[in-house]
């Protein structure tokens, strides 16, 4: 299984203080992933690519930003040597996915969020705008300071349908309505 595969780079991670989902919550969203099959994935916020392997690991197409150059070469490193079909766009998130909404040409089946805790609710409608209906936006550390406003918005969301997973310091996985007019 993928997440056995992991142990050595989560061991590496935990060493150089590199932030990842881990273990415990790599398992929920690989069960996740076996679940939806998406084909186009959205992560924000690559670091090592650990999380990036797991998104990508059924053969779906990911697209990952990440804002430092040098760990992103680290990722692209890792995604090869996991067979891992990814794109890697060095950059901010926000300004990434605004770009991307902009277009209105790439629609995706899942976006990951896990970067700046406080940077969620900025980028939360842009994500809404490039998820499919049906599709899922997925956050990371959900229950940090920093995340309460995003928590509360994908919560009320009229377009979303949010359910909160209490693994360590928790995921929100909120699903696109698909009978949005």
């Not at 277009?103 to 969020?113: N, Q, V």
């Not at 609710?121 to 899922?136: A, P, Q, W, Y």
């Not at 309460?148 to 360590?168: C, G, R, S, W, Y």
Request: proline share 2%; glycine share 8%.
């Amino acid at each position: 299984m993928i997440i056995d595969e992991l142990q050595e780079l989560e061991q590496e991670s935990i060493l150089r203080g590199i932030p990842i989902v881990g273990r415990e919550k790599g398992f929920w969203l690989l069960q996740k992933i076996q679940e939806i099959k998406p084909q186009k994935i959205l992560e924000l916020g690559t670091a090592n690519g650990y999380s990036g392997i797991i998104l990508g690991s059924q053969k779906g197409e990911l697209t990952t930003i990440e804002i430092n150059e040098k760990i992103a070469a680290e990722a692209k490193e890792n995604f090869r040597g996991f067979g891992i079909n990814a794109h890697v766009i060095v950059g901010d998130g926000v300004v990434e996915v605004q770009k991307l909404a902009e277009k209105k040409k790439e629609f995706f089946d899942l976006i990951f969020i896990d970067f700046a805790k406080r940077k969620y609710l900025t980028v939360l409608e842009d994500c809404i705008t490039l998820v499919k209906r049906n599709g899922f936006i997925i956050a990371d550390n959900i229950t940090m300071e920093g995340c309460q406003d995003f928590k509360e918005a994908v919560l009320t969301h009229p377009k979303l349908k949010t359910e909160i997973i209490n693994i360590k310091d928790g995921l929100s996985c909120s699903e696109k309505m698909s009978s949005l007019p």
